[in-house]
């Protein structure tokens, strides 16, 4: 190559150093979804009061995944929690995020900000609909540590809660249909009219309704089947509402230990004369009317029957809720208990006056064991719609009489319009005036019975009016002497435990009592163990005692003289 002379080199320099180059700027990146701050703190959505204070108003909040539930079938949604909570403890830090997993796929873990309008659906603070979930890395919140009683869950509502104290399995009515256990602190609630001492608001704020996180009805796969009275441990989940009522939803499996286990038979009873009281449960011999739809819920229904009353193994039983058809439903019991234990152990009596109810009173008892004085008497007053069966015995060997009274007051539902049967808010429910009035007519019925036993399904629970009318008219309740309180209950209602079924003892007879028991065969087992077929797992079921019924029996022992 030829080189330029030094004049043009310079030159050449010299206009180098005047050239000017056109830069094209780089093109900004274009701004993400997480890019878009949230515009309120989840503590703001919840404001310090029961309502949303931003209702109607669309927010954008920041928070971590505690809990999953999108699916159709559970409960639409998740919940976020602020891992940077204010300093407010009025203010709940969780939320719930109405948002299917069609609009976008959550987990557990993921931080998130969420996009929605406030919203207090049927009381529970939530952002409905979702517009927007943007996935923005991963985050952790902690189980805040908390403890029951409590009195006002609104403050954690959406939270993540751990328990670590020991709960008491309550409820269980809804286990098998949705999936609800219901646990409380101190152990076992007992209903307010049942004993003293008792504050409905302090059961409310010990209690605590464990959920499944569903939405469906008999869903494929059950919370543990439990028996009220057991314990649950380690119950950690976030709470969410709905139906009125604060529901945890479990986000690990909680542990629950027997701590209520089944007693494979009564208490025993000491004595030469044992009397139980039993209601049935609607037992029909009737298909499609009460208690069993089909044949084979009849069979399973008088199973489960004869296995309780073998249990019980008492020579005269009072029996309530059995088909008003005569002696038909009463014999096939019979009969059916004595395929089991032997020809002629037990006979039937013929009720004089059953009344026109559905239902009827009964008793069946044991001919080798004991003797009726008498014929079956019983009552016209009107004021028993299901008239009162009773029988005089004495021992086969002779000696003194005693006498069975067997009732069923009337029930604390179908509440009328008006008048003094209405519910009085006193606790005591519907129709207590006309329970009141039926032990008044019971008192007259038995001050002339040799050794008269006044029992059966009551309808009132033992501190309620119509107890302290037995009572003050000189009858003793044999579970209020013989049994411990923790143990005296024969049905639970609502998670609360109490007595509606009664044993009371004339003067007379009284000293005759050695003892009495209570067989928690049936209101401590949940109702998804019971011969229905039309909700029930088929697996489940056996053809024991267990929830053969809703109530538990009564046993009570005698001690009479004969020779």
């Given at each position: ?23 094209t700027?780089?093109?900004a ?27 109607g ?30 300093s407010?403890p ?41 517009t ?5 890395g ?14 006002r ?24 249909r ?21 504050d ?13 996180g ?18 649950a ?26 701590t ?15 009397v ?15 208690g ?6 009849q ?58 109810d ?72 519907c ?6 009035q039926?032990t008044?007519?019971?008192?007259g ?15 009132a629970?033992?501190?309620?009016d ?13 579970t ?33 009592v050695?003892?009495?028991?209570i067989?928690?065969?049936?209101a ?40």
């Open positions: 190559m030829r080189a330029l002379p030094r004049t043009t080199c310079a030159a050449f320099a010299a206009a180098a150093l005047t050239v000017t180059f056109a830069v700027p780089a093109a990146a274009p701004a993400g979804p997480c890019d878009t701050p949230p515009d309120r703190q989840i503590a703001e959505v919840q404001g310090s009061g029961d309502a949303t204070p931003l209702a108003q669309t927010v954008r909040v920041e928070g971590v995944v505690t809990g999953d539930f999108q699916r159709g079938d559970q409960l639409s949604g998740f919940f976020l929690q602020d891992p940077t909570p204010d407010d009025a203010t709940s830090d969780g939320l719930f995020a109405f948002a299917r997993d069609t609009l976008k796929d959550v987990k557990v873990g993921d931080r998130v900000l969420v996009t929605g309008r406030a919203t207090e659906f049927n009381g529970w603070t939530e952002l409905s609909p979702v927007a979930v943007d996935v923005c991963t985050g952790s919140v902690a189980p805040r540590n908390y403890r029951l009683p409590s009195d869950l609104e403050a954690v509502e959406n939270v993540l809660l751990t328990f670590h104290q020991a709960l008491t399995v309550g409820d269980h009515f809804n286990l098998g949705f999936g609800e256990v219901s646990v409380s602190s101190g152990g076992r609630l007992f209903q307010p009219t049942d004993r003293p001492g008792v409905p608001a302090a059961n409310q704020r010990r209690s605590l309704l464990i959920d499944d569903s939405t469906r009805q008999n869903p494929a796969t059950l919370p543990p089947i439990v028996r009220a009275g057991d314990t441990v380690g119950v950690t989940g976030v709470l969410g509402y709905g139906f009125d009522r604060y529901r945890l939803q479990p986000t690990k499996p909680i542990k629950y230990l027997a209520n286990p089944r007693p494979p038979r009564p208490f025993p009873v000491v004595g030469n004369v044992k139980a009281s039993f209601n049935t449960l609607n037992w029909f011999t009737t298909l499609g009317s009460r069993a739809t089909d044949a084979a819920e069979q399973r229904q008088l199973a489960k029957l004869v296995a309780a009353l073998k249990g019980v193994n008492a020579d005269a039983v009072g029996l309530m809720e059995v088909e008003n058809n005569g002696q038909t439903a009463l014999q096939a019991l019979v009969d059916a208990v004595n395929a089991e234990v032997g020809a002629g152990t037990y006979a039937a009596l013929s009720h004089p006056f059953p009344g026109t559905a239902i009827q009173v009964g008793i069946i008892y044991k001919p080798g064991k004991l003797t009726p004085v008498g014929a079956a008497r019983s009552s016209q007053d009107p004021v028993f719609s299901r008239p009162p069966l009773i029988q005089s015995f004495r021992r086969k060997s002779g000696g003194q009489p005693f006498t069975m009274v067997v009732n069923h007051l009337k029930s604390k539902g179908s509440c009328p319009a008006g008048g003094p049967d209405t519910d009085q808010g006193d606790g005591q429910g129709w207590n005036a006309t329970r009141v039926q008044q007519a019971l008192l019925l038995v001050k002339d019975l040799p050794g008269p036993l006044v029992l059966g399904d009551l309808n629970y033992s501190e309620e119509p107890i302290d009318t037995l009572e003050a008219g000189g009858m003793t309740s044999l209020k002497r013989f049994v411990p309180a923790r143990q005296r209950y024969s049905y639970l209602f609502d998670g609360l435990a109490g007595e509606l079924d009664h044993m009371f003892a004339g003067k007379q007879l009284l000293k005759r050695t003892s009495a028991t067989w928690h065969i049936n401590d087992e949940p109702r998804v163990l019971d011969y229905d077929t039309e909700f029930n797992p088929p697996g489940l079921y056996r053809p024991d005692a267990y929830r053969s019924s809703d109530h538990d029996p009564l046993v009570v022992g005698l001690s009479l003289p004969g020779r």
